[in-house]
């Protein structure tokens, strides 16, 4: 748990850093930390992944459909392809596990942003959630 906290104080001063800071996102990242530790998830990769895709914005929604502070899309992650009783951080931490475990780190972050045809944005996209995991403090 300390871990977890350490990371998420980064996080804060990040989020200080844009002015963009409250106890919603930092509860977020604590959440987010806390089911990636459940699910045996790298912690900091996981925070770094909802950093990018939301800044911990709990409610956050996409033009795509992809919702919460990972931007999961329900009809792939939630239980019976439906937002409705779906725990978003579970559900985003779950996509980031089972990715990464099929398609290794690198792979399965592209995948979880640009799908099952990734794209040169979604090879940046993994690169840059790589490099800002280890800013967080982890291992990739």
Do not use: K
Request: glycine content about 12%; aromatic content about 6%; some cysteine.
């Amino acid at each position: 748990m300390t871990a977890i906290l350490t990371a998420c104080l980064t996080v804060a001063g990040m989020l200080a850093a844009e002015h963009n800071t409250d106890a919603e996102r930092f509860g977020t990242c604590l959440r987010v930390g806390i089911e990636a530790h459940a699910q045996g998830v790298d912690v900091p990769l996981a925070l770094a992944v909802a950093w990018r895709e939301s800044r911990f914005d709990a409610g956050a929604v996409s033009s795509v459909g992809a919702v919460g502070p990972m931007q999961v899309v329900p009809r792939w992650w939630c239980p019976g392809g439906r937002r409705d009783g779906c725990d978003l951080v579970t559900a985003g931490v779950g996509a980031l596990r089972a990715l990464t475990s099929r398609y290794g780190v690198r792979a399965g972050l592209a995948r979880y942003n640009g799908g099952n045809r990734p794209s040169r944005a979604a090879w940046a996209y993994s690169e840059q959630v790589q490099r800002l995991a280890l800013r967080i403090g982890g291992e990739t």
